[in-house]
């Protein structure tokens, strides 16, 4: 699992590092600037002769770390310009320092204003404006600043050209690649884009568009969820120097959302194995209650999702009408079904009937394609009175709570939910913008206020536990933001839930692999994915994990 960091957690670190082990300050910031450098000199040999690279600074050690990048560009012969923002003798001791080694060196020092009167402007821009100490909203002169380089980094001034070379270089380490042709610089931000919180990825008035990010020790969590994610461009962790006991220094402020935790491939060892002496009982009965007059598709893609993702015996609980269709679609399933006629009639009968399918389920699906018809309060509510198992809950399921919230008392620590971002909306009484400025924020309220886990499913999805660790997803394309992904999510989770995965573990790696179902379905094009075609693939990816092709 990759850790990821708040920008308050990462100075504890750092003030850890240099307090507390005692590695000086300007020895941290030399690696950090050495691995910028790195990186701009790929840039700027894309580009070829002539190339004119600028470090646009600030007054913090962010800026700091782009004098020290500028000057050690200098030193292997680029031209170098270093553009200054912001009050330079308010500004750190370290970026005092690094300032009198620049300007002895002969490097040229400029306000940021004389960006507009630079001869051929700049083919690489080291954006070393705001780290993790961004902290308000930007205004004033640095705005002015910002609005300027946004105009040069998008070519609007006219004067820019960047990199162009015919032979270009990958990358070295990582996954990011240089235009072949183009007449924007290419921007490197130094730690974070400036302008993005690092801690919840909002745009804090306005920020840098950069092609690719250095960051430093840990990656911030701002940069892995939307909006900051599409700011960042590719990120590069640059290993710093930072000891590991650094992660457990606490921001002088208490800060309840200062870690989160990503996936890797390598967590896909963490399916259970499938023993060899088995039966279908032995990997647990998923009860899926789904679907709703003329609505049959979410409640099939959801036990499709369950199957493929392990579960050994999958029960569809629908209504009547349903039973055919769903019978010829998924012979594999099991269907029971009832008639909401019978429920609003016999509310007792109704009740002892989910008692008993409740006994049978070892995880339920509540949810997909029920409907807003009156009669799913009661199913809601029966269902979550008598289950004793993990229950996930989704679409109609939460849109009921939602508009019922008394069910709330119902929840149990065995409660998934998996709210896009309009049913979080709906649940907290919310705007969905302010679930969007701050993913992790809602999730981990929602979660730690109830004892549940939620899923908060975005383009980056964010899942926090019960307890209030956080997830954030990083597999996934566009390609999924189609019809019926969410109903497969919910089987995935079921499914991993049957294999024995507690119900956090579930969620977080579900989200996974749904999202690396998603890319290996997107292989054939963006456009073109069926959710039929997601669930198939989470069944492939499947059978990457530690039992998914054993024999035995
Ligand atoms: N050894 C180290 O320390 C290492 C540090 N490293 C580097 O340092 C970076 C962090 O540096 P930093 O803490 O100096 O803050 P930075 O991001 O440069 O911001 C500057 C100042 O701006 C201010 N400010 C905030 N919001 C504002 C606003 N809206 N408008 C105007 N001003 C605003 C705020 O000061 P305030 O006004 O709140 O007192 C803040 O202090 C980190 O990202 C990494 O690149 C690496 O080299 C590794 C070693
Ligand atoms: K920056």
Not at 16 to 36: F, K, N
Not at 148 to 165: H, V
Not at 456 to 463: P, R
Request: glycine share 12%; aromatic share 6%.
């Amino acid at each position: 699992m990759k850790t990821l960091l708040s920008g308050r957690k990462m100075k504890a670190a750092d003030a850890y590092a240099i307090e507390q082990i005692g590695i000086p300050s300007v020895v941290l910031m030399e690696r950090a600037a050495l691995a910028v450098a790195l990186r701009a000199e790929k840039a700027a040999d894309a580009f070829g002769p002539g190339c004119h690279i600028w470090a646009l600074c600030g007054a913090g050690n962010n800026g700091a770390d782009g004098v020290a990048a500028a000057r050690m560009l200098h030193l292997k012969g680029y031209r170098t310009t270093i553009f200054m923002a912001g009050r330079e003798e308010k500004g750190t001791q370290e970026l005092q320092l690094q300032l009198s080694i620049a300007r002895r060196l002969g490097i040229p020092v400029k306000t940021w204003e004389r960006m507009k009167e630079e001869p051929g402007g700049c083919q690489v821009l080291l954006d070393g404006l705001f780290g993790v100490g961004l902290s308000r909203e930007i205004e004033g002169e640095y705005k002015r600043c910002m609005e300027l380089a946004g105009e040069i980094l998008t070519g609007k001034n006219g004067i820019q050209e960047g990199p162009s070379s015919e032979s270009v270089p990958q990358g070295t380490g990582i996954y990011g690649k240089y235009p072949t042709t183009s007449s924007k610089p290419w921007c490197i931000a130094i730690d974070i884009p400036s302008g993005i919180h690092s801690g919840t990825g909002a745009v804090m008035e306005i920020a840098l568009q950069a092609d690719e990010t250095v960051t430093f020790g840990w990656e911030k969590m701002g940069t892995a969820v939307y909006p900051g994610r599409s700011f960042a461009g590719t990120v590069t962790v640059a290993d710093i120097g930072f000891p590991k006991e650094a992660l457990q220094a606490e921001p002088e402020e208490e800060e309840p959302i200062s870690i989160a935790y990503a996936c890797e491939k390598a967590d896909l060892m963490r399916v259970p194995e499938r023993k060899a002496y088995s039966n279908k009982g032995t990997f647990g009965r998923v009860l899926i209650a789904a679907g709703s007059k003329n609505m049959s598709g979410a409640a099939y893609l959801s036990a499709l999702g369950a199957y493929r993702s392990g579960a050994g015996l999958v029960k569809i609980l629908t209504v009547e009408e349903n039973r055919a269709v769903l019978q010829t679609l998924l012979p594999e399933a099991i269907i029971a079904s009832y008639t909401p006629e019978q429920l609003l009639g016999g509310r007792e009968d109704f009740k002892e009937m989910i008692e008993e399918q409740m006994k049978w389920a070892d995880v339920v699906v509540l949810g997909p394609g029920l409907g807003n018809e009156p009669y799913v309060e009661y199913l809601v509510e029966d269902i979550l009175t008598s289950a004793f198992v993990p229950v996930i809950i989704d679409a109609d399921g939460l849109n009921t709570i939602a508009s019922h919230p008394y069910l709330t008392s119902y929840y149990t620590e065995n409660i998934v939910i998996t709210p896009h971002l309009g049913e979080m909306a709906r649940l907290t009484g919310q705007k969905t913008e302010e679930i969007q400025a701050d993913l992790f924020g809602a999730a981990f309220s929602y979660a730690t206020h109830y004892g549940i886990t939620c899923v908060l499913k975005d383009a980056a999805t964010v899942t926090a536990g019960r307890e209030g660790a956080l997830y954030i997803n990083t597999s996934g394309t566009s390609a999924m933001a189609k019809a019926g992904s969410g109903d497969v999510l919910t089987g995935i989770l079921a499914g991993l839930m049957a294999l024995g995965l507690e119900e956090e573990e579930a969620a977080y790696l579900g989200v996974y692999i749904h999202g690396l179902a998603g890319e290996e379905v997107s292989k054939n094009g963006l456009h073109s994915l069926l959710a039929t075609e997601l669930a198939r693939a989470a069944g492939t990816v499947m059978a990457g994990t530690k039992g998914g092709n054993k024999t035995e």
